[in-house]
C-alpha cells in the first residue's frame, strides 16, 4: 500500500506557472512509474503526464505537451509536475497516481493501469 499527498495547487492566471508535488510513502517509489492526471467539473479523469521509475522516459497528453513537464526525485519519493502557459481550461482536480506494475518498460496511460491516488489539488486558471 502506497499513500500519495498531493500539493502545489491554486489560482493563477493564463500564461502564468505552478509546481505540482506528490510525496509517496509506504512502499519502494524507486521501482515504480508515476503518472499525473487531472479532472475538471463533468469530465472524466483524464491522463496528463507519466514518467518511468527510473526517470529516464516520459509521455505527455497532446493537450499539455510543451507547457507541462513531468520529473521525480526517487531520493525524496517525489514527482513533480512544473506546469507553464497555464490556460483556463487546464483548470481541474490534479491527482497523481501510481502505476500497478513495477518497472514497467512501456508507460502506462490508462487509469486502470494506476493503482493509488493522492486526494488531488485544485488548480485554477482565470483568463
Known amino acids: 500500500q502506497v499513500q500519495l499527498v498531493e500539493s502545489g495547487g491554486g489560482l493563477v492566471q493564463a500564461g502564468g506557472s505552478l509546481r505540482l508535488s506528490c510525496v509517496a510513502s509506504?512502499?519502494?517509489?524507486?521501482?515504480?512509474?508515476m503518472g499525473w492526471f487531472r479532472q475538471a467539473p463533468g469530465k472524466e479523469r483524464e491522463f496528463v503526464a507519466a514518467i518511468s521509475w527510473n526517470g529516464r522516459s516520459t509521455y505527455y497528453a497532446d493537450s499539455v505537451k510543451g507547457r507541462f513537464t513531468i520529473s521525480r526525485d526517487n531520493a525524496k519519493n517525489t514527482v513533480y509536475l512544473q506546469m507553464n502557459s497555464l490556460k483556463p481550461e487546464d483548470t481541474a482536480v490534479y491527482y497523481c497516481?501510481?502505476?500497478?506494475?513495477?518497472?514497467?518498460?512501456?508507460?502506462?496511460?490508462?487509469?486502470?493501469?494506476?493503482?493509488?491516488w493522492g486526494q488531488g489539488t485544485q488548480v485554477t486558471v482565470s483568463s
Open positions: 497516481a501510481t502505476d500497478n506494475a513495477p518497472f514497467r518498460v512501456v508507460l502506462a496511460a490508462r487509469v486502470g493501469d494506476f493503482g493509488s
Open positions: 509506504g512502499r519502494t517509489f524507486s521501482s515504480y512509474g
